[in-house]
């Protein structure tokens, strides 16, 4: 997580998918400025991680948006018709 923090701006965003790595994600990460740490809590929304990102960055153009997510083999791809992402194992 201090890997993360040092190289983002503190106003930049990040996006956490739910898993494991959300408790270290809300237990390490020191969030700079208010809004700028998102993690999917109530019934926690697998795949919040990627379009949460998208949406960041669409509601903030001028700073950063990062996903943390932990998948195997996941491959997000861009398509004519927007995002599209494939699981696989």
Known sequence: MLDIR??????????SDVGAHKMWMARMYQA???NTC???NGF????IGVPGAV???LAYPD????TR?????????????GFSTSLSR
């Open 44 to 47: 926690a929304s697998m795949g």
């Open 63 to 66: 700073r950063t948006a990062l």
């Open 38 to 40: 998102i993690l999917s």
């Open 32 to 34: 700079e400025s208010p």
């Open 55 to 57: 949406a960041a960055k």
């Open 6 to 15: 040092k190289a983002l701006e503190p106003e930049d965003i990040v996006v």
């Open 69 to 81: 997510f932990s998948m195997i083999r996941t491959r997000v791809k861009i398509a004519n018709s």
